[in-house]
Each structure stands twice: as C-alpha cells, then as structure tokens.
C-alpha cells in the first residue's frame, strides 16, 4: 500500500556555485584565488632558490655547454697538479 503523506518533498541541496560560502566565511572564488595565489608564490619562490631558467635560444644552450665543458677541463687539470707541500720542499 502506498501511504498518502501530508509531508512536504524533501528538499534538494543548493547547487555549488562560485558563490557558495565554503569555509571560514569564504566563496569559492574566493578560496580558489587564494589558493592560486599561494601555488603561485611557492613556485615563484622555488624558481628563485633553485636557479632553474631554462635557455631559450641555440646559442644561449651551446654558451652553457661550452661553459661546462671548460669547467670539466679545468677540475680535470686541477687533479694533475700535484699537492702544495710537495711543490714547497727544498731538498738537502
């Protein structure tokens, strides 16, 4: 049997929109944006720490190869030259 009830429907829940109050009082664009903002400043933030630019042009790539290839040369030169004591004994 189907009972007739004098209940009303049950209501259904707001839908979610920018404008729904989320947390501590705040919209959700609002919480979004802040969000945004912080991803936005640790990446920033990082980019500065840790010296991640990347090169743009050929020319700027091959500069930096050829930097580290002159580094690479001169640490490998540095391990021939025997140490300072060694150069500073006087014999007799």
């Known amino acids: 049997f189907l009972q007739a009830t004098t209940e009303p429907p ?3 829940p707001d839908p979610v ?3 729904t109050v ?3 009082g705040l919209r959700l664009w609002q919480v ?3 969000f945004a903002i912080f991803v936005l400043a ?3 933030t990082l980019c500065c720490i840790f010296k ?3 090169p743009r ?3 700027e790539i091959e ?3 050829a930097q580290r290839q002159a580094a690479k040369n001169y640490a490998d030169k540095l391990e021939t030259v025997p140490p300072l004591n060694e150069l500073t004994e006087i014999p007799g």
């Open 32 to 34: 979004i944006g802040i």
């Open 10 to 12: 049950k209501k259904k």
């Open 42 to 44: 640790v990446i920033i």
């Open 22 to 24: 989320v947390i501590w």
């Open 17 to 19: 929109t920018s404008e």
């Open 57 to 59: 042009t050929k020319k």
């Open 63 to 65: 500069a930096r190869y």
């Open 52 to 54: 991640c630019r990347i």
